[in-house]
């Protein structure tokens, strides 16, 4: 059974960096893609960025040049380095592993940004 964990979430100011990570457990075949989604309150899920295991990146505008996604195969992992942010990413970030059948969720982590 496929199981996301994520972590590094938490409450910064303005201007502030965080690193989120995400471990993928009873991954037992090749991760085409992974990557990050974002839910704010009252708000629907939407992407931050993805990473295809052939390098295709897929990134948010809201975040491009603010935001570096990565991962590493061998240990069915993925980050995500956040800079810059701004009160407006405050938000649960969700760790999504994708195949061609099935998307796995984690249970997310919050992030917020506030003076």
């Known amino acids: 059974q496929v199981h996301l964990v994520e972590s590094g979430g938490g409450s910064v100011q303005p201007g502030e960096s965080l690193r989120l990570s995400c471990v993928a457990s009873g991954i037992t075949f090749s991760i085409p893609v992974m990557g990050w989604y974002r839910q704010a309150p009252g708000k629907q899920r939407e992407l931050v960025a993805t990473l295809g295991n052939g390098g295709l990146i897929d990134t948010a505008d809201a975040v491009k040049g603010r935001f570096t996604i990565s991962r590493e195969n061998v240990n069915h992992a993925v980050y995500l380095q956040m800079n810059n942010l701004r009160p407006e990413d405050t938000a649960v970030y969700y760790c999504?592993?994708?195949?061609?059948?099935?998307?796995?969720w984690g249970q997310g982590t919050q992030v917020t940004v506030a003076s």
């Open positions: 999504i592993v994708r195949t061609i059948t099935h998307d796995y």
